[in-house]
Nanobody, 122 residues
Framework: QVQLVESGGGLVQAGGSLRLSCAVS????????MGWYRQAPGKERELVAE???????NYADSVKGRFTISRDDAKNTVYLQMNSLKPEDTAVYYC????????????????WGKGTLVTVSS
């Protein structure tokens, strides 16, 4: 079993900052935390930021220059530092991890956390 637990969400005023964390636990062999997604009310889930095992990153255009994704492999944790928050950043933020070893039976399986709510007031 693989569990992903997000934390760090909350209510913040526009212009403020939050830092989200996603801890991966359980059978973490060959499980790579990949990134953050978000889903606003009435909208589809969208990619916010992703990071590879090598540290390469990719961001949605809407968050470039404001958000920073990082990972600590020793702690099986991925982070999302969010600065200069805007009301349109309000959403439930989800962490995603992927099974990356071809020799394991769960290769290619996506794992998701239950999400953490970020609310940005104007």
């Amino acid at each position: 079993q693989v569990q992903l637990v997000e934390s760090g969400g909350g209510l913040v005023q526009a212009g403020g900052s939050l830092r989200l964390s996603c801890a991966v636990s359980g059978d973490t062999i060959c499980i790579s935390p990949m990134g953050w997604y978000r889903q606003a009310p009435g909208k589809e889930r969208e990619l916010v930021a992703e990071i590879t095992d090598g540290g390469s990153t990719n961001y949605a255009d809407s968050v470039k220059g404001r958000f920073t994704i990082s990972r600590d492999d020793a702690k099986n944790t991925v982070y999302l530092q969010m600065n200069s928050l805007k009301p349109e950043d309000t959403a439930v933020y989800y962490c995603r991890a992927v099974a990356v070893c071809t020799w394991r039976g769960n290769y290619g399986t996506d794992y998701w956390g239950k999400g953490t709510l970020v609310t940005v007031s104007s």
